[in-house]
């Protein structure tokens, strides 16, 4: 029998929750027990998905679980898959993975000593549009890449534990890299406000600055008055350029400018020529990520992972150079 944890069900616990508990319509899991600290959360998802509950995490083992996800506030993410992975059991843990680089070594390091799975909530690495997106860039499809634009904004009252940096930048740091190909950054660069909260931050606009003057522009926010939610990628490269919205699963807009053609066949003042390329079965992407999780665990799909230990490490590292170079560095709990 296939048991799944599900440690944590605020906002982002509770998807975990529903998307596990569709999984085991389709046969692909037989159970999913629920845990939270407070026992009256834990019965009500329990009862809202007819799902076991259970208040402490350490009861997991004895009831039948072989993998669990963490989805708690950030401070405890250490301490939780360090728990867990020590209990024997596979463990996807969301993002960020620890609060610093020192607390994420120390979870890697405990996944290598147990040789247990360890997976990082970095979701948007199994967007089909994003992985698409890469594959038209390595294949070549817009030239060079000269530039990336990347918004992440919403409507939101900031967290207690860390700010759209840590919560948000975290994503778009790693996908502007894995565009292009694992690519590391130079630096980070750029400027970000404080909340009503001292020392975190709601509103933050970032370069990553890239070898051979390629630029990603991270656009973070709390405070989207305005536009409200905002999930865009796009990649600007010499021959064309790809649009993605992260709410559409099932497609993306390539816009056509051979050698970086102007004029009005190359759309002039608006935006250039666009053809739909469509993505046939694309599925939410924290589906096709516990998925994945799932389908390791069992043993079922093996080989190179998208967001392994390695992937959270560098994802933190991203994170404390943005911190830091915004003045926001007091976050990462040394």
Known sequence: MVVVGVIGTGYWGKN??????????EGLIDK??????????????????GCEYATD?????SLGVSMVTIATPTPSHASLAIMM???????????????????????????????????????????AGVRKAAELVKNGIIGNVKHMISERLASREPRLDNGVIAALGIHDFDICCDILGGVEPDSIQGVATESKIKGIEDHASLQM????????F?????????????????????DGSISLDYLDHNGLWL??????????????FGSAPRKRIEIPDG?????????DFILRSIGERVGPTLNGGDVGLEGMKRVEMALTATGFQNQLGY
Not at 16 to 25: A, E, G, Y
Not at 209 to 216: A, D, N, R, T, Y
Request: charged share 25%; with cysteine.
């Open 209 to 216: 600055m890239f070898e051979g003057g390629v630029v990603g």
């Open 16 to 25: 975990h929750v529903r998307t596990f508990c569709s999984l085991k319509n």
């Open 255 to 268: 816009h056509q400018h051979p050698n970086d053609g102007y004029g009005d066949e190359f759309g002039g």
């Open 85 to 127: 992975l020590e209990s024997g059991l596979d463990v996807l843990v969301e993002k960020p993975l620890a609060m610093n680089t020192s607390e994420a070594e120390e979870v890697i390091k405990c996944a290598k000593n147990t040789g247990n799975l360890l997976l990082v909530g970095h979701v948007f690495r199994h967007h």
């Open 32 to 49: 999913v027990i629920v845990c939270d600290s407070n026992m009256s959360r834990a019965i009500e998802i329990g009862e809202e998905f």
């Open 57 to 61: 995490p350490m009861e997991l083992p």
């Open 218 to 238: 991270v656009e973070l926010s709390w405070r989207s008055r305005v536009r409200g939610k905002v999930r865009s990628l796009q990649i600007i490269g010499t």
């Open 283 to 291: 599925e939410p992407a924290l589906t096709a990520e516990l998925r």
